[in-house]
């Protein structure tokens, strides 16, 4: 039987070990696990009212930890704005060594096949988790969790179990706080997009052959000028005859996974996009015509204005805002970070404090960080996630979990089960220091403050008081479940 390269490495990882016994003992300095970063639990917000700093934790991350009001307050908004719009310049090692744990998250796409679907589902949603827990570069996870709805891929379809474990490292993570138009390109040609809505069939190899306008359609209506971005269904025929003769490897051995364009499956003739003419003869450079038409077009850049000021204000953004974001999107060339430090500083943003309501993956990562949770994000954590509706990488259709308030309401009884048994401490594989929290933010009256962000209400002290398991009355209260 040929060995699977795992193997191999495994085999030769004790045959070393073998070999080396005897020897001097190696310097392991630089290799051993890097220690957990200390954080200072310092003062939870006193006023009655979510202050900005709180307001600036929720949105530009998963939830403040407890000591993070002190920090952001120490540094001021602004400075703390700018540290996460540069995740580049924050030590992140901590955290990605819990993530490193995870090898299929570091393999290329090829190398993927050799593991089970659900066992790299697992990792991939493990992964996630991780990063929006302990990551110290919050907005790049929070913009990450944004862009992979965005650009949604189901892993139940074809390939993309393994392809999609790539698509995430290398497309989504990779340009979160980058280029729209890079990202875009990255997409159009990421083999797991290519399967999972069908551009590896989009083929005109014969006279009678129809090019398939899935992945065209959804370019268009999902991921740049939006369903009410001006585009017929001649665009879409269009802009799926641009898109004929990718291909993605997938019966073959060597180099499964790879992309490839094939000249005799492409429909070379004259075509016309959005009123631009494309000339015949220019194979594979189609692609490229269409995304510069549709990536910086005035109606992509709304669409992804209107979406961004839904994730991060509120369900109905006022118009002045959407107007702002689609401005500085379009004069810094799609360019993310301005963009969304235009958002930051609308007027809108700033008074939305509290208007979120949290979907449950913000809500579990939100409870874990406020308690300072240890957990590798597994045990209970995916069976919870997946009862509230919201399993990462799992939502059917190409537009992505929904934003909107609304779908997520039904959730709140498993909310309620959740904080229940994070309480108690019977969350498997998730363990809270209660008593030392409780100690560290001041008594109980810090650990409400630290939860709501605010001083609590006299109906909230008298139903707290009342629910007999304080930490489970806070973390399943109303104020908890909005950001």
């Known amino acids: ?6 193997s191999f490495l495994l085999w030769a990882g004790g045959f070393s070990a073998l070999a080396l016994s005897g020897c001097p003992p190696v310097n392991l300095a630089g290799v051993l696990p890097p220690s957990r970063p200390g954080e200072a639990l310092g003062a939870p917000p006193t006023g009655e009212k979510i202050d900005p700093v709180s307001h600036a934790l929720n949105r530009l991350t998963f939830g403040p930890t407890p000591g993070a009001h002190a920090r952001v307050s120490r540094m001021g908004v602004e400075a703390f704005l700018e540290e996460q719009l540069s995740p580049e310049t924050i030590d992140d090692t901590w955290c990605q060594y819990q993530v490193r744990r995870l090898e299929t998250l ?45 650009f ?27 280029s729209f138009p890079a990202m875009l390109r990255a997409s159009a040609l ?48 269009e802009v799926a005859r641009c898109l004929t003769g990718w291909y993605v490897r997938s019966e073959e051995m060597m180099n499964k996974g790879r992309v490839e364009f094939r000249a005799e499956w492409h429909d070379d003739g004259p075509k016309q996009v959005l009123g631009h003419a494309i000339p015949a003869g220019q194979g594979r450079k189609d692609l490229d015509r269409v995304l510069d038409i549709v990536a ?55 008074q939305s404090a509290g208007q979120r ?46 934003v909107e ?30 008593a030392a929290l409780h100690a560290g933010l001041g008594g109980e009256t810090g650990l409400m403050t630290h939860f709501l962000g605010r001083q609590p209400n006299g109906d909230e002290r008298t139903a707290i008081a009342a629910s007999g398991l304080v930490p489970a009355a806070l973390l399943a209260s109303p104020a908890f479940q909005r950001y």
């Open 357 to 402: 309501f949290k979907r449950p993956f913000r809500y579990l990562a939100s409870a874990l960080r406020a308690t300072a949770a240890e957990t590798r994000g597994e045990g209970g954590l995916p069976d919870y996630l997946q009862r509230m509706g919201h399993a990462p990488y799992q939502y059917p259709t190409p537009d992505g979990y929904p």
């Open 106 to 150: 570091h393999l290329p796409a090829g190398e993927l096949f050799e593991y089970k679907a659900d066992f790299l589902q697992k990792e991939l949603s493990q992964g996630k988790l991780i990063r929006a827990v302990y990551s110290r570069r919050q907005l790049q996870e929070v913009m990450a969790d944004f862009w992979g709805d965005h």
């Open 190 to 237: 990421s083999p797991a997009m290519l399967w999972y809505l069908d551009g590896r069939s989009n083929r005109k190899n014969n006279a009678e052959a129809v090019p398939n306008e899935n992945y065209a359609r959804e370019l268009l209506e999902l991921h740049t000028l939006g369903v009410d971005g001006g585009y017929s269904q001649r665009d879409v025929m």
């Open 152 to 178: 949604n891929i189901d892993m139940s379809k074809g390939d993309c179990p393994w392809l999609k474990v790539a698509d995430d490292r290398d497309i989504i993570r990779r340009h979160a706080l980058g």
């Open 1 to 6: 039987m040929k060995p699977s390269r795992r």
């Open 296 to 350: 910086l077009h005035p109606m992509t850049a709304r669409h992804l204005a209107m979406k961004l000021c839904r994730y991060f204000i509120s369900d109905t953004p006022p118009e002045q805002a959407i107007g702002t974001v689609t401005g500085a999107f379009l004069n810094h060339g799609g360019a993310i970070r301005p963009t969304l430090r235009a958002l930051f500083h609308t007027d809108a943003f700033r």
């Open 405 to 434: 308030e609304t779908p997520w309401l039904g959730t709140l009884l498993w909310r309620w089960h959740f904080a229940v048994a994070l309480a108690r401490n019977t969350v498997p594989g998730v363990h809270v220091d209660w």
